[in-house]
């Protein structure tokens, strides 16, 4: 072993036999043990130094890659403190679905419509027009093989489908008190085999219905007319039970928006904000329509949006435009905000206040026949008087229901009249980018938007979302 005598262990191991220590030896032993003591107090510093430079550098790469999980300000983190607050509101959502005598009415009404005005019957595709008639989801993939929805003048329900498809069309949750099935083969034309059914030589198609089914229809013999503004009316104007069901989820669309409030931190990502706003919706039950903008600072001068990855800073606002549905119908609320305890400057505070008087003067003229765009000037006055007109750069609202923008929309050039028992959405903003905020004199660019979903009744405008925002710090 070595050099090294040794003797037999117990174990049938051998191990090495030492002689006893000289002088010489035992001073060399302490010269080596003062080296080694030497060499592990050296690296006792060095890991200390090196400690305090990583911790120095991960804190600088945390702050600038925001999507590292941090302490505080992870998504789960996130999502257990607003949870905390949102679950008190779930009972929002307890609200009953559009019955099968409701389906059965609308389909009555439209058919009182369409001899009104002169035609055998309304033809649509799958969309938010067959959701509301016959609960025919608009989710239906598309394709190239038509797929029609017909309600007849007689209130009659009936619809086109290939023959191999009928099956499965026959299993969708349709409404109809009798139905005819017409099936087409592949070596079929569709449009013909509707005009040699009989009784559908005039009808009107609903608005989302592809060209390739008018020309085909106009084609076979057909003749073809467009939706018509009374027709249209019918699903702008809502009934209670679609009410209730609005008020529902945008109500607790903005709890889910205000718990977030009480909980966002600075320092968060984007990401983190919206995967949690998401994770909420689906906890709650609502998730499978969810959809979301968040914004900080200047990305927020871009409505819609751009990039991700983001961290929020002090002295920057939040926008968050987010919504969901509830029985097919949507929710759309837009609030900026700021945490509790942030601060942003007075400038930028006078802005918000600005858009909130904006909001105030638009939500004041939601009276009946008032014109779409008499209320979408009104919410300008206060921007304009700001010195801000030139940067409030979209309409004012839209219509709310089964779409998220659906008729009327509030714009300068639509004299349409607001109707009670519509719902039109409230959302005024002011957009500045870095680069215009600089040839205007500003530090930084921005964006402020607050948006409220309105009913609108007899007395004027009611928040479907059961409140306005009262401060970046109540919303």
Known sequence: MSGFASEKSTG???????????TKTHRSRQRRSRRALGRVCEAIAWAFFLGFTSCSL???????????????????????????????????????????????QRQGTLARALREAGVDAFVAEPSASSAYYANISYTYELSERPFLMIIDKDAHFSYLVPNFEAGRIAGLDMVYSDKEVIGWGEEQSPYEVLA??????????????????????????????????????LRSVKTEAEIAILKGINGFTLELVR?????????????????????????????????????????????????????????????????????????????????????VSEELMG??????????????????????????????????????????????????????HEHPYLNGANAEKLKIGEVVTNEPGIYVTSEQAYKIGKQ?????????????TEKGGVPV??????????P
Request: proline share 5%; net charge negative.
């Open 351 to 404: 802005i918000w206040e600005t858009v909130h008087a904006a909001q105030s003067a638009g939500f004041a003229l939601m009276h009946p026949n008032e014109t779409c765009s008499e209320v979408d000037a009104a919410s300008r006055r206060p921007v304009s008087d700001a010195g801000y007109a030139d940067y409030y750069t979209h309409r004012l609202g839209h219509g709310l229901g089964l779409e998220m």
């Open 58 to 104: 991960i804190g600088l790469y945390h702050h600038r890659h925001s999507w590292l999980p941090r302490s505080g300000l992870s998504a789960s983190s996130l999502e257990s403190c607003a949870w905390a607050h949102l679950e008190p509101h779930l009972d929002l959502l307890d609200v009953a679905p559009i019955t099968r005598d409701e389906f059965l």
């Open 196 to 233: 040699k059914a009989g009784g559908f030589n005039k009808v009107m198609l609903d608005e989302h219905t592809r060209f390739m089914i008018a020309a085909g229809l106009q084609g076979a013999g057909v003749e073809v007319v467009p939706m018509s503004e009374t027709v249209q009316s």
């Open 259 to 343: 718990s977030l409030q009480k909980c966002i931190k600075i320092g968060m990502a984007q990401e983190t904000v919206v995967a949690t706003a998401e994770a909420l919706f689906t906890r709650a039950g609502v998730g499978s329509g969810y959809w979301s903008i968040v914004l900080f600072g200047d990305q927020a001068a871009y409505p819609h949006g751009g990039k991700f990855g983001k961290t929020l800073e002090e002295g920057e606002f939040v926008l968050i435009d987010i919504g969901s549905k509830l029985h097919d119908y949507g929710s759309d609320v837009t609030r900026t905000i700021l945490p509790s305890g942030a601060t």
């Open 444 to 456: 930084v660019g921005f964006g402020v938007r607050l948006e409220d979903p309105i009913l609108v």
């Open 12 to 22: 049938d191991e051998y191990r090495p036999l030492l002689s006893p220590p000289t």
């Open 465 to 474: 979302t059961g409140r306005r925002a009262q401060s970046p710090y109540d």
